[in-house]
């Protein structure tokens, strides 16, 4: 736990921990705010698709995994299924057909397309330990990973005729795992990647391991054992849920006009409407004295399109995978999340400054976009201050011995 004690310059950012920490308690705490309220909240997605890649998801039987949807008539109209799709007829034509179901491509992601699932309040979905675990958890991280091998799988990948993400010989994949980002040989985007991955990989650890269930006693505590064999004894994977939110913050900071400009009116009152521009005003404030990361030094040299289309593709698989998440709970997060970093990497890599123009691009992003990269936001600064929490922790248990 002593590597958790992190300093200096955060590589491929132009940030240092020190910063983040320094902004960390400001975000988090009117990230807080915002995702309670009604505009963030409410989050539509369906949930039971089927898994493309593999016939058997493993579902789990924890009452842990379940979750509840909240009735339809709960969410302001004008966010509603029927709603949505009355102002944008085209988006049924826009739905791209993939093997057992229908996305919307947009850029890094599947998106779903906001005329099926159900509604879910994230207020009441705390993401934390749910018993999901096993060779069933396991298989859905390795084909995560497995989609970092660039240049071996991108024809049949690119063609999205793929039936499952290509087999790598297992030695392969230790590498990918334990130390694939830090080969010299690897080009920076690879290492992006491969940094965006272990960082949420790392960030879920650490919810599960902050709001861990005791068996025994029933009762929900910070498990600092479980935080040291997951994350702090691997000091790059507590490095990469920084990085993650470094990433995050530039995003937000860069759309700061179009967010700005957003309708987050909803049927509550005026002063709540004003309140949440409020607070989203105070985060993206935040957001641009934090967020130092330098998109513009990726996707430069030969081949640069090539490589863009490449990753793409493979974080578009990331976001198919999460369809075989055999636990509800965790599917819902995992598919938030990953919408959200997919948001945050189209914004950087994908947008320049004429389309993220408000005026010039008012459709540039769904409501359900936006939904996910605030909450995405809000669960890596919550991470942090996890992090916090068990270095105090840690500190109480030295001074004991
Ligand atoms: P796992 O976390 O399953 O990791 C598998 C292997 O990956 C490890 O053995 C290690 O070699 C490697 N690894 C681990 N962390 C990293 C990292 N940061 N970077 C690189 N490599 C790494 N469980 C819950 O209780 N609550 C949840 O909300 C939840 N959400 C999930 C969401 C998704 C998308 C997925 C796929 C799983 C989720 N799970 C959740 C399950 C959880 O992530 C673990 O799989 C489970 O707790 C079993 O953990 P484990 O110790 O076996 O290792």
């Given at each position: 736990c002593h590597n958790s004690i992190l300093t200096g310059p955060i590589e491929t950012?132009?940030?240092d921990y020190e910063t983040i920490e320094s902004v960390n308690d400001e975000l988090f705490a009117n990230l807080s705010d915002l995702v309670e309220k009604p505009f963030f909240r409410y989050f539509q997605v369906d949930l039971y698709r089927e898994c493309p890649f593999w016939p058997d998801d493993g579902s789990c039987n924890d009452p842990g995994c379940a979750i509840t949807t909240v009735d339809e008539s709960n969410v302001p109209e004008k966010w509603r299924a029927k709603a949505l799709s009355e102002l944008d007829p085209a988006s049924v034509d826009k739905r791209h057909s993939l093997p057992g179901c229908y996305y919307r491509d947009s850029d890094f992601c599947f998106l779903d397309d906001n005329t099926e699932g159900e509604y879910f309040d994230l207020r009441l979905v705390p993401e934390r330990y749910t018993g999901y675990s096993g060779k069933d958890a396991q298989r859905v991280w390795k084909s995560i990973y497995e989609e970092n091998c660039f240049g071996l799988s991108e024809l049949a990948l690119m063609t999205g005729k793929s039936p499952a993400p290509v087999s790598l010989p297992d030695t392969m994949i230790e590498v990918l795992h334990e130390d694939g980002e830090e080969s010299a040989a690897q080009c920076l985007e690879k290492r992006v990647y491969y940094k965006v991955i272990s960082g949420l990989h790392a960030s879920i650890s650490t919810h599960i391991c902050h709001e861990y269930?005791?068996?025994?006693?029933g009762e929900w505590h910070p498990n600092l054992n479980c935080f040291i064999t997951r994350v702090a004894s691997h000091p790059e994977r507590l490095q990469y849920i920084y990085f993650d939110t470094i990433l995050l913050l530039r995003a937000v900071s860069r759309l700061g006009p179009y967010l700005s400009a957003f309708d987050y009116c909803s049927t509550g009152t005026h002063e709540d409407d004003m309140e949440t521009l409020q607070t989203l005003t105070k985060v993206l404030n935040i957001a641009e004295d934090a967020g130092a990361f330098d998109e513009s030094i990726l996707f430069r040299g030969e081949n640069a399109n090539i490589l863009k289309e490449e990753f793409k593709t493979h974080f578009r698989n990331v976001t198919r995978i999460m369809d075989c998440v055999g636990c509800d709970k965790c599917r819902l997060w995992g598919k938030i999340q990953t919408t959200g970093l997919a948001t945050a990497m189209k914004i950087l890599f994908e947008l320049d400054e004429t389309a993220l123009d408000p005026r010039a691009n008012?459709?540039?992003?769904?409501r359900s976009e936006v939904v996910a990269l605030m909450n995405t936001l809000f669960r890596f600064s919550e991470s942090l201050k996890a992090v916090e929490t068990f270095r105090k922790l840690w500190r109480e248990m030295d001074d004991a011995e």
């Open positions: 950012t132009m940030c269930l005791n068996q025994t006693t008012s459709d540039l992003l769904q």
